[in-house]
Nanobody, 123 residues
Framework: QVQLIESGGGLVQPGGSLRLSCAASGRSFESYVMAWFRQSPGKEREFVAAIDSPGTSTHYVDSVEGRFVISRDNAKNTVYLQMDTLKPEDTAVYYC????????????????WGQGTQVTVSS
């Protein structure tokens, strides 16, 4: 069992930055693939980024490539999402997720989820 708690969301102006954190409790954090998803009102949950267990390989959805960076600190059981040059269309609830069997862009690839943190990009 893994428990995930996101933090760092908030209101930011277009062009601004935020860093999301996801703290994990439970065993073997360093064995899990970690990912971020997001969901806007009326839309399906969307893959944003994933990172492999040692933190050496990352994957991004095209719309955030070059603006967002996913990273992890296995000593702190934490995964991060640095978001720069934010746009209004990035507004969503951001969720952290973990997987034991490899990364994927489908939410069904992930076993455990956090409760989400709201990110609002508006002037």
């Amino acid at each position: 069992q893994v428990q995930l708690i996101e933090s760092g969301g908030g209101l930011v102006q277009p062009g601004g930055s935020l860093r999301l954190s996801c703290a994990a409790s439970g065993r073997s954090f360093e064995s899990y693939v970690m990912a971020w998803f997001r969901q806007s009102p009326g839309k399906e949950r969307e893959f944003v980024a994933a990172i492999d267990s040692p933190g050496t390989s990352t994957h991004y959805v095209d719309s955030v490539e070059g603006r967002f960076v996913i990273s992890r600190d296995n000593a702190k059981n934490t995964v991060y999402l640095q978001m720069d040059t934010l746009k209004p269309e990035d507004t969503a609830v951001y969720y952290c997720a973990s997987a034991m069997t490899g990364w994927g862009m489908s939410e069904y690839a992930y076993d455990f989820w956090g409760q989400g943190t709201q990110v609002t990009v508006s002037s």
